[in-house]
């Protein structure tokens, strides 16, 4: 009965069209009632205490890093230096776009500031090129969703935060898995691409690609010094996240010269706007896992997910098809804080490492930003790109199964997760 009034008031809350943020309050509520324990004070202080957490200072920090790269230079020189160094493949531009979003994916950790860099600059030279344009488009947005995947990432912020997991960990353990997304989106492009008859430009030559090389050097540099910072616990994750955010300003500010003074305070304020879209929600789940905790609901789902407890693999399966199915419906950061309090305790009754689960419930939710009909990437690129929605639901089809390809090789061989993540953690 509890887990009918935590989904029906959730999702009908959702159905009449409730922000994510009210219909967890809502939910909330409604359980605190069919516990017959309502108390407004209890709502106030989960609602503040959500939002008072270390950790998640790292969010806006991130956040503002991101956005600082695209306005101040630092996106655009790194797709410079991919487009000098495979540029004259065949299907190069589409190479340059995977490789791109790698690097960029380790400079911001957001699925949508890096989609966006990326359609701006990519996309028209993609059409222009001779590409068909909703496969550009859908390559585009599925290299996007990397972002989220490769350190630093909002999303194992916001997960580490809800599950109490090292956020560090998370970090370190997510980098072969994006490789691996990157090298999936590779063979999905050059199966898309192969018939296409292009001319390809010629190679830059060994100056060319050392100059842009050379330009992009203070950009390059913001990833070694994040993760060398963490291995060698220089730094915690909130405070890479501020190291991040300054080193972008000084190298956009003063060394590429390209965010002028009177563009800084509208960067902060477009920061500040999404962060604290960000920081409700988060706060707004609070209240909500709590009451999950309360309700003993993680008991009720391992009492129904009982018949596959003794195979981790077949769990993990389930899991995984589960969250594919919330992340058609619902956006990513929502997705991680309604399942997190729910799942995790599944997890650790199955036996099964809760940073390697960790990882690949993250990769799933970065899927779920490019499936229809919610697909907030989707939107993005459509929307920057200035393709149809339709094109961009075409074309990312090819990619976003790559990638569910990928998913499934980590489900089934978990030590491509695991011995990677124990490397990079030393």
Known sequence: MTILVFLGSLLGAMAIGMPIAYALLLCGVALMVQLDMFDAQIIAQNLINGADSFPLMAVPFFMLAGEIMNTGGLSKRIVHLALTMVGHIKGGLGYVAILAAVVLASLS??????????????????????????????????????????????????????????????????????????????????????????????????????????????????????????????????????????????????????????????????????????????????????????????????????????????????????????????????????LTPVLMPVVKEAGIDPIYFGVLFIINNAIGLITPPVGTVLNVVAGVSKVSMDDVMKGVWPFMLAELIVLGLLVLFPALVIVPARWFGG
Not at 220 to 242: N, R, S
Not at 301 to 326: D, K, R, Y
């Open 109 to 338: 950790g957001s699925a949508v500031a890096d989609a966006a860099a990326l359609s701006a600059l990519l996309v028209p030279m993609m059409v222009k090129a001779g590409h068909n344009r909703a496969s550009s488009a859908g390559l585009i947005a599925s290299a996007g969703i990397i972002g989220p995947i490769i350190p630093p990432s909002i999303g194992f912020i916001v997960f580490g935060v809800a599950s109490g997991l090292s956020i560090s960990k998370l970090f370190l353990a997510g980098i072969f898995p994006g490789v691996l997304i990157g090298m999936g989106l590779c063979a999905a492009w050059w199966w898309v691409s192969r018939k296409e008859d292009l001319e390809t430009p010629p190679r830059k030559s060994p100056k060319e690609v050392f100059q842009a090389f050379v330009d992009g050097i203070w950009a390059l540099m913001l990833p070694g010094i994040i993760i060398f910072g963490l291995k060698l616990g220089v730094f915690t994750p909130t405070e890479a996240g501020v190291v991040a955010a300054v080193y972008s300003l000084f190298v956009a500010t003063f060394i590429y010269r390209e965010l002028k003074p009177s563009a800084i305070y509208a960067v902060f304020v477009t920061a500040a706007k999404t962060t604290a879209v960000v920081m409700f929600l988060v706060a707004a789940s609070l209240v909500s896992a709590w009451l999950i905790t309360v309700a003993d609901l993680p008991g009720q789902v391992v009492e129904l997910l009982a018949p596959f407890m003794g195979n981790q693999t077949l769990l993990m399966l389930m899991i995984m098809l589960l969250v594919v199915v919330v992340g058609t419906a619902m956006d990513m950061t929502p997705t991680i804080l309604i």
